[in-house]
């Protein structure tokens, strides 16, 4: 029902237009708490399937770099490029995904998300060849080029970005980056079983955690302490973010719902103890519902 109403207020009536944005809409929303669940509910109802067509174009890219064979991937994620660029260039694709995505781009979005886009598939080839990372600085790095979530919040809030410019996109990315820094966190499991440490090389040695043994899931009183050191470090950085909207009316709507995101999922990290050697670290569903909702009533003052 309200897939529906995000299509009718953006006025797509085209019934092929419609049932593909429907499939983009439904996926994006699926995972509560996820990018795509975040990057819908932030844009305004006119924009809402648009902004899951341009979000399930870098989630579905992103599935080809996590999943199947390995040395299929890159060629998986490079098919996926192509047929992404066939799709601009004729104006649709009989993939779903990509003929809906193709329409937002001619008549909502121009260069600009374009370029997002293809700085999304460089950051997913270079998380494909990084596998863990000397310093915190380099682990920051990574992260400002690779977060798909800076992208999809900056699409999301692409009509409103207008007034606050090259320094409104600052800040998104800032929230992007420490939702991508804390999102590694909570997927140390995972990421482990493919043969990837994102945690700083450096801080494993200042506290004498082994990655022999984070890979073999034994947690320690080292790794406890290493974990919060990481959180810390991420939502030390949230207050002054959170500062820098109060210029921008606009936005200091949105950051408290962007604030608590990435807060849950920090909490939901430290609350997880030793699970997270053993799969992914979920937040629970109040704060994600009342992020929602400050998301929802931002994107409709807006």
Same mark, same amino acid.
């Given at each position: 029902?309200?897939?529906?109403?995000?299509?009718?207020?953006?006025?797509?009536?085209?019934?092929?237009?419609?049932?593909?944005?429907?499939?983009?809409?439904?996926?994006?929303?699926?995972?509560?708490?996820?990018?795509?669940?975040?990057?819908?509910?932030? /844009?305004?109802?006119?924009?809402?399937?648009?902004?899951?067509?341009?979000?399930?174009?870098?989630? #579905?890219?992103?599935?080809?770099?996590?999943?199947?064979?390995?040395?299929?991937?890159?060629?998986?994620?490079? #098919?996926?490029?192509?047929?992404?660029?066939?799709?601009? #260039?004729?104006?649709?694709?009989?993939?779903?995904?990509?003929?809906?995505? /193709?329409?937002?781009?001619?008549?909502?979005?121009?260069?600009?998300?374009?370029?997002?886009?293809?700085?999304?598939?460089?950051?997913?080839?270079?998380?494909?060849?990084?596998?863990?990372?000397?310093?915190?600085?380099?682990?920051?790095?990574?992260?400002?080029?690779?977060?798909?979530?800076?992208?999809?919040?900056?699409?999301?809030?692409?009509?409103?970005?207008? &007034?606050?410019?090259?320094?409104?996109?600052?800040?998104?990315?800032?929230?992007?980056?420490?939702?991508?820094?804390?999102?590694?966190?909570?997927?140390?499991?995972?990421?482990?079983?493919?043969?990837?440490?994102?945690?700083?090389? #450096?801080?494993?040695?200042?506290?004498?955690?082994?990655?022999?043994?984070?890979?073999?899931?034994?947690?320690?009183?080292?790794?406890?302490?290493?974990? /919060?050191? &990481?959180?810390?470090?991420?939502?030390?950085?949230?207050?002054?973010?959170?500062?820098?909207?109060?210029?921008?009316?606009?936005?200091?709507?949105?950051?408290?719902?962007?604030?608590?995101?990435?807060?849950?999922?920090?909490?939901?990290?430290?609350?997880?103890?030793?699970?997270?050697?053993?799969?992914?670290?979920?937040?629970?569903?109040?704060?994600?519902?009342?992020?929602?909702?400050?998301?929802?009533?931002?994107?409709?003052?807006?």
């Amino acid at each position: 029902m309200l897939v529906r109403r995000w299509l009718d207020a953006a006025g797509i009536k085209d019934p092929v237009l419609r049932e593909c944005y429907t499939v983009c809409a439904r996926a994006a929303l699926r995972e509560r708490g996820g990018v795509g669940w975040v990057g819908t509910l932030a /844009a305004p109802p006119e924009r809402r399937a648009h902004a899951a067509a341009m979000t399930m174009v870098i989630l #579905e890219a992103d599935d080809r770099v996590d999943t199947g064979p390995p040395e299929a991937r890159l060629r998986r994620l490079d #098919e996926w490029i192509d047929a992404w660029y066939a799709a601009l #260039e004729s104006g649709g694709s009989s993939d779903p995904v990509l003929h809906a995505a /193709a329409h937002a781009c001619s008549t909502v979005f121009d260069s600009p998300p374009r370029a997002l886009m293809e700085e999304c598939f460089a950051a997913l080839r270079r998380s494909w060849e990084a596998t863990e990372f000397a310093t915190y600085e380099d682990w920051q790095t990574w992260a400002t080029g690779s977060s798909g979530a800076s992208a999809v919040l900056i699409m999301s809030t692409w009509d409103a970005l207008g &007034e606050a410019g090259q320094v409104g996109e600052g800040i998104v990315r800032g929230y992007g980056d420490a939702f991508q820094m804390v999102d590694c966190l909570a997927d140390l499991s995972e990421d482990l079983r493919e043969g990837q440490l994102y945690l700083p090389l #450096e801080d494993l040695d200042r506290f004498g955690v082994r990655r022999e043994d984070l890979e073999a899931g034994r947690w320690t009183a080292a790794t406890r302490e290493l974990i /919060a050191f &990481e959180v810390a470090r991420i939502t030390s950085g949230l207050p002054a973010l959170l500062d820098s909207t109060r210029q921008h009316p606009w936005l200091h709507r949105y950051a408290p719902a962007f604030d608590t995101l990435t807060r849950a999922l920090c909490s939901a990290v430290l609350a997880a103890g030793p699970s997270i050697l053993r799969c992914v670290a979920v937040p629970p569903t109040g704060p994600m519902v009342q992020a929602g909702l400050g998301l929802w009533r931002a994107a409709l003052a807006g």
